[in-house]
């Protein structure tokens, strides 16, 4: 660690942060966008990053309208081509249709942003820095958990499309298959760090199997906090099986569509990721700074790397998830998809805050979600049940009794229609 350097106007601690002549902290540009990302409240820090994100893609929408952008041309011939091809409805997607593609965010944005999980009681506590260093690495463990086991669900999202899918853009049909595929595969290179696209960069066998993973960018957090690599990996709190079953099986099952894949893995798993992630990084640094823990920026990587990318992660989604939102049910569809991602998240947060800090926190039944985020059926209900049953004993704390579980994460409407009336 480099330790902390005074001088006349400032104070440097580690590679972290600076602190100005009033005391306050300011955190150095490598680290966040937001310098005075401590003198903030959660609340405040998650209304920012609403904004910016909205103006994030209000601009790049924008964009696509300008003739110098090559996105501009790839859709423009796409459109003539859809216009040569009787009953082709690809020029009466959102993209074509002015305004109706920001209108489409903006709405699903709120949806997901509103919600309660990225204000969870343990995010909150986290970003206060109202922790130990012995919850601090009980929450590591136990959140690397989560990270190793998610990223896989984007291949399976990326895996349902095909060419044997249904679609009405006719001669477009396969076109678009495929670039859903590119923007799902950019992920994918993005976590386990293998993007390339010429020969010569193509890396060596050891460079593949030396990949800067987000794995491996997490285990520099657990060399931060003196955890040897042995006592790393640790078997799963149940709430934590809970929302790695629930984003698999939304991505991947094929009682979900895959317009209710694609938007968990884009809408669902992206966009509240770097606002919550800011605050773990905020809470982390704080803490670091006040008990003068050994923690530099190289050990905070893969909460620095998810606070930058994960929004254009998020709008490159959303932009082919246009594609497949043709009308109100589709936007429902999406609703009911991030919802589910949602509850599991927020359970996983429950069960982390009671393991962390050895106390309850509410549910989500318990704090009584607004109508808008409830289910409307029990598909995932009903294929969480069967997916614990299939779990190595080994990988769930108290596996036994996992699998004979029957509450779920999940949170339903009063009236839900039987399974065969879902769409």
């Known amino acids: 660690m480099t330790k902390s350097q005074r001088g006349p106007a400032v104070e440097h601690f580690s590679d972290l942060l600076k602190i100005q002549p009033d005391g306050s902290p300011r955190l150095l540009p490598n680290i966040h966008h937001i310098p005075e990302l401590l003198d903030l409240d959660a609340e405040t820090v998650l209304a920012r990053f609403k904004a910016d994100q909205r103006k994030d893609f209000s601009r790049i929408i924008a964009e696509l309208n300008e003739p110098d952008n090559p996105l501009y041309h790839l859709f423009d011939e796409l459109r003539a081509i859809a216009a040569r091809d009787p009953n082709n409805r690809f020029g009466q997607t959102a993209l074509f249709r002015t305004g109706k593609l920001e209108h489409q965010f903006q709405h699903l944005h709120d949806h997901v942003m509103d919600h309660p999980v990225w204000r969870h009681p343990f995010f909150v506590r986290m970003f206060e820095g109202r922790f130990t260093s012995r919850q601090l690495v009980r929450f590591a463990l136990q959140y ?8 896989q669900c984007v291949a399976l999202a990326l895996g349902r499309f095909s060419g044997f899918q249904d679609l009405p853009y006719g001669t477009l049909n396969e076109r678009v298959s495929e670039l859903t595929q590119i923007v799902l595969a950019q992920l994918i290179a993005d976590e386990y760090g293998v993007g390339s696209h010429e020969l010569d960069d193509y ?7 030396g990949s800067a993973t987000h794995i491996v960018m997490y285990r520099k957090l657990f060399d931060g906090l003196g955890i ?34 694609l938007s968990s893995v884009g809408l669902g798993m992206e966009w509240g990721v770097p606002e919550f992630f800011t605050l773990l990084l905020g809470g982390v640094v704080r803490h670091a700074w006040r008990n003068d823990v050994p923690i530099t920026a190289d050990h905070l ?12 992660h998020a709008i490159s989604v959303m932009l082919v998830t246009s594609f497949y939102a043709e009308d109100e049910k589709a936007v429902d569809r999406i609703k ?23 106390e309850d926190c509410a549910g989500l039944a318990d704090i009584h979600p607004a109508d808008r985020y409830r289910l409307r059926d029990r598909r995932i209900e009903q294929a969480l049940l069967r997916a614990r049953g299939e779990v190595a004993d080994a990988t769930v704390i108290d596996a036994a009794a996992y699998k004979q579980r029957q509450d779920t994460p999940y949170v339903f409407a009063q009236v839900v229609p039987p399974l065969e009336q879902t769409p």
């Open 228 to 261: 040897p690599f042995e006592e790393q990996d640790v078997a799963m709190l149940q709430g934590v099986a809970d929302n790695v079953l629930t984003q698999r099986l939304v991505a991947g099952d094929p009682v979900f569509s895959r317009l209710e894949a």
């Open 203 to 209: 890396p060596s066998m050891a460079g593949l199997f």
């Open 144 to 151: 690397f958990n989560q990270v190793k086991n998610t990223r």
């Open 336 to 358: 009911g998809a991030v919802n589910a991602l949602m509850a599991g998240r927020y359970g996983m947060m429950t069960e982390m805050y009671r393991h962390v800090f050895d």
């Open 301 to 312: 990587d893969v909460f620095i790397a998810h606070v930058k990318y994960d929004v254009l």
